[in-house]
T-cell receptor, first 113, second 110 residues
Framework: DTEVTQTPKHLVMGMTNKKSLKCEQHMGHRAMYWYKQKAKKPPELMFV???????INESVPSRFSPECPNSSLLNLHLHALQPEDSALYLC????????????FGPGTRLTVL | GQSLEQPSEVTAVEGAIVQINCTYQ??????LSWYQQHDGGAPTFLSYNALDGLEETGRFSSFLSRSDSYGYLLLQELQMKDSASYFC???????????FGQGTTLQVKP
């Protein structure tokens, strides 16, 4: 099973809402990632979790709050977002942080009104 | 800084061969990866080169020259379904940080 799942597929939220994006993998991978992708642009790394610990935060605003409850799950909590945060949010995992292959989930299409 | 350069667009006809080049400037280079992304979809891993030379996987091949900081993705016997964006990416160090090029949009015409 080389699948990373993400929920929800689509999300529309107002600037005062609080919502969470969820990601799950059952490949036994020990590194998980959040990326943000705008249209016609490459994915941009937001966070890296390595062995359930946050190892990289790419200077992401605090309105994005990641959480890794266990080795299979990764959440991204959203609060007080701005319209410019509308994007495709991708979760990925790899066997460990030094492994070349990252497997991406289908993404959550987020629209902030 | 770290950067990857690849052409923004490539057009080819069905059945043809196309090569997408990628030059990179990074520190802590471990290897060069290629990802395919269809419109509305997620990036899908295609190949990885850590050593110089050619890696072949079916219709797709990938090449790396570390001394030239250069690699390419070769797509043979093009099919309409190959129309997609193709990203080269490097893993920077052992942190898992994947740095992507800007992507090449491949359009395959009948």
């Amino acid at each position: 099973d080389t699948e990373v799942t993400q929920t929800p597929k689509h999300l529309v939220m107002g600037m005062t809402n609080k919502k969470s994006l969820k990601c799950e993998q059952h490949m036994g991978h020990r590194a998980m990632y959040w990326y943000k992708q705008k249209a016609k642009k490459p994915p941009e790394l937001m966070f890296v979790y390595s062995y359930e610990k946050l190892s990289i935060n790419e200077s992401v605003p605090s309105r994005f709050s990641p959480e890794c409850p266990n080795s299979s799950l990764l959440n991204l909590h959203l609060h007080a977002l701005q319209p410019e945060d509308s994007a495709l949010y991708l979760c990925a995992s790899s066997q460990d942080p030094s492994t070349d292959t990252q497997y991406f989930g289908p993404g959550t299409r987020l629209t902030v009104l | 800084g770290q950067s990857l350069e690849q052409p923004s667009e490539v057009t080819a006809v069905e059945g043809a061969i196309v090569q997408i080049n990628c030059t990179y400037q990074t520190s802590g280079f471990y290897g060069l990866s290629w990802y395919q992304q269809h419109d509305g979809g997620a990036p899908t891993f295609l190949s990885y080169n850590a050593l110089d030379g050619l890696e072949e996987t079916g219709r797709f091949s990938s090449f790396l020259s570390r001394s030239d900081s250069y690699g390419y993705l070769l797509l043979q016997e093009l099919q309409m379904k190959d129309s997609a964006s193709y990203f080269c990416a490097v893993v920077s160090g052992n942190t898992g940080k994947l740095i992507f090029g800007q992507g090449t949009t491949l359009q395959v015409k009948p």
